[in-house]
């Protein structure tokens, strides 16, 4: 059984800066699995903000590009968000969600969701 933890949400000032960390546990070959932040606030559908794929390579949503930074650490089974110059729109729970390569998916492999961390960006 496969679970993901976020942790590092918390109340920062606008402008300020946060860091979020996404742990994997159990069976899982962490390193060729694409990883994803998504975030919901309140009212709103989900959505992508960034990804990283096995390669290391990223994509970000436009609302956060050039503020936010996905990295992963194969090593430690861990994917990072660092959120900088954070705005109180960016106020949402953020998830991460990490899902198997195709190969995997046809033998029965599925995506793994967190349960979310709380970002609030006030003054």
């Known amino acids: 059984q496969v679970q993901l933890v976020e942790s590092g949400g918390g109340l920062v000032q606008p402008g300020g800066s946060l860091r979020l960390s996404c742990v994997a546990s159990?069976?899982?070959?962490?390193?060729?699995?694409?990883l994803r932040w998504y975030r919901q606030a309140p009212g709103k559908q989900r959505e992508l903000i960034a990804a990283v794929n096995s390669s290391d390579s990223t994509n970000y949503a436009d609302s956060v590009k050039g503020r936010f930074t996905i990295s992963r650490d194969n090593a430690k089974n861990t994917v990072y968000l660092q959120m900088n110059s954070l705005k109180p729109e960016d106020t949402a729970a953020y998830y991460c969600?990490?899902?198997?390569?195709?190969?995997?998916?046809?033998?029965?492999?599925?995506?793994?969701w967190g349960r979310g961390t709380l970002v609030t960006v006030s003054s």
């Open positions: 159990g069976s899982i070959i962490f390193s060729v699995y694409a």
């Open positions: 969600n990490a899902d198997p390569p195709e190969t995997m998916v046809l033998l029965g492999y599925v995506g793994v």
